[in-house]
C-alpha cells in the first residue's frame, strides 16, 4: 500500500514563504509524476505544480514564478517552496502521486492535504 504524507502547512503573511514537503511510502516501483494541488473554500480543487518521472515540470499560472516543485527521488519526496504568498493562496493543498508498485501497474494516491493560510 502506498501513502503521502504532507507537512509544512501554516499562517504566513503576505509576501511570506512556506514550503510543502509530501513524502511517498509503500511498495513503490516506479513513481511516474508528483502534483500539487489546491483548493480553496467555496472552490474546485485545481492543479498547482507538477513534476514528473524525468523532471518535467509544469505550473498554474497563477503561481508561475513565485513557486517552484522538485523532488528528491532517493526519498520519495516532493516539496513546493512557495515564495511571495498572497491572500488568494489560502487554500487547502494536496499532494497527488501516479505510479507503479510492485502490485499495482497505475495507481493515484492523495494525501490528506495541509492548510495554507495567508493573511495580515
Known amino acids: 500500500q502506498v501513502q503521502l504524507v504532507e507537512s509544512g502547512g501554516g499562517l504566513v503573511q503576505p509576501g511570506g514563504s512556506l514550503r510543502l514537503s509530501c513524502a511517498a511510502s509503500?511498495?513503490?516501483?516506479?513513481?511516474?509524476?508528483m502534483d500539487w494541488y489546491r483548493q480553496a473554500p467555496g472552490k474546485q480543487r485545481e492543479l498547482v505544480a507538477r513534476?514528473?518521472?524525468?523532471?518535467?515540470?509544469g505550473y498554474a499560472d497563477s503561481v508561475k514564478g513565485r513557486f517552484t516543485i522538485s523532488r528528491d527521488n532517493a526519498k520519495n519526496t516532493v516539496y513546493l517552496q512557495m515564495n511571495s504568498l498572497k491572500p488568494e493562496d489560502t487554500a487547502n493543498y494536496y499532494c497527488h502521486l501516479s505510479a507503479r508498485s510492485d502490485y499495482v501497474r497505475y495507481l493515484e494516491v492523495w494525501g490528506q492535504g495541509t492548510l495554507v493560510t495567508v493573511s495580515s
Open positions: 513534476i514528473t518521472d524525468g523532471g518535467n515540470t
Open positions: 509503500g511498495s513503490i516501483f516506479i513513481i511516474y509524476a
